[in-house]
């Protein structure tokens, strides 16, 4: 059974940094999977952050996270670098793999179990 797993949330201050890793087990985040970022805040619908079709794609970036975000991908890890946080950063975040590699799909196959992102002053 495939299982994605989520690490490096915390609480920040505004300005400073963060890392979310995302480690997949059981052949759920091979090369030509779709992984995407996805976060949700306290009362708000869950929002895409940033997405990779395929091992060597180009990463796709939300425009709230745009030039502060950047999304890594290697052999069945995936990482998010978030610089300069914000209040409205806050959330929490969740990586996904979806088969077809299709960063538009509506249906990810595979969901870890989220990691915490507070920023606050």
């Known amino acids: 059974q495939g299982q994605l797993a989520e690490a490096g949330g915390g609480s920040v201050q505004p300005g400073q940094s963060l890392r979310l890793a995302c480690a997949a087990a059981?052949?759920?985040?091979?090369?030509?999977?779709?992984v995407k970022w996805f976060r949700q805040a306290p009362g708000k619908e869950r929002e895409g952050v940033s997405c990779?079709?395929?091992?060597?794609?180009s990463a796709t970036y939300a425009d709230s996270v745009q030039g502060r975000f950047t999304m890594a991908r290697f052999h069945n890890m995936a990482y998010l670098q978030m610089n300069n946080l914000k209040p409205e950063d806050t959330g929490v975040y969740y990586c996904?793999?979806?088969?077809?590699?299709?960063?538009?799909?509506?249906?990810?196959?595979?969901w870890g179990q989220g990691t915490q992102v507070t920023v606050s002053s």
């Open positions: 990779m079709s395929s091992l060597k794609g």
């Open positions: 996904a793999t979806e088969a077809d590699g299709n960063c538009q799909s509506h249906e990810y196959d595979y």
């Open positions: 059981g052949g759920i985040m091979d090369d030509n999977y779709a």
